[in-house]
């Protein structure tokens, strides 16, 4: 698949020390495993001069207290909590200047955030979607860009998971219904 620089981002789904960090609250091994194929692809993106966002799922404490249903402590436990060395990026990221990180608080990348803001802003079209979990907020942001009209494209060989059968549903799901999917290695830049 060939992209264009210009109109295109790489999104790195919430690639913390919670997650893929073996002291992490919610480690994944195969989490820390994409953190490899996450810098690599990220580094070839930017080389080529497209954008890079970097999502962080980050929880004030209090965040669910008054809430009806949606609690992901009572789901997951407490992670990623605001101000905490869990809710950091991981240290093997190359976070430049340049980069837009974005603060969210829920599966979905676009929900309350600036992210449509900034690639609107930026004239993208086309999103390279990485990072983990692949069937939580991977899948949640991705499904999302989509229905704004983006062009999501999850790149199978750089998501994390918890289970090989989540990365597999995300994968045939996103290919299926709202994106494509493509490997590293078939990932072209004009």
């Known amino acids: 698949m060939e992209f ?6 790489v999104v790195v789904v919430d690639v913390q020390n919670g997650f893929c960090h073996p002291d992490g609250s919610l480690y994944a091994p195969a989490s820390e495993d994409a953190l490899g194929p996450v810098t690599s ?3 070839r993106a930017r080389d080529a001069g497209a954008s890079v966002v970097y999502t962080r799922d980050v929880h004030p404490p209090e965040q669910f207290d008054d809430n009806h249903y949606y609690d992901e402590f009572e789901r997951w436990g407490e992670h990623v909590v605001e101000g905490s060395w869990d809710a950091e990026l991981h240290g ?5 200047d340049e980069d837009h990180v974005v603060e969210k608080h829920t599966y979905d990348a676009f929900y309350q955030t600036d992210l449509e803001g900034f690639l609107d802003s930026h004239g993208v079209d086309d999103l390279l979607v990485c990072g983990t979990l692949a069937n939580v907020c991977v899948l949640h942001t991705a499904g999302s860009a989509g229905l704004r009209d983006y062009r999501p494209v999850l790149v199978e060989d750089a998501l994390g998971y918890i289970e090989e059968e989540h990365k597999a549903y995300t994968v045939d799901h996103a290919d299926w219904l709202f994106g494509e999917v493509v490997d590293r290695a078939g990932v072209m830049f004009a």
């Open 4 to 9: 264009d620089p210009a109109s295109t981002a």
């Open 41 to 43: 692809l990220v580094s």
């Open 92 to 96: 093997d990221l190359d976070v430049r």
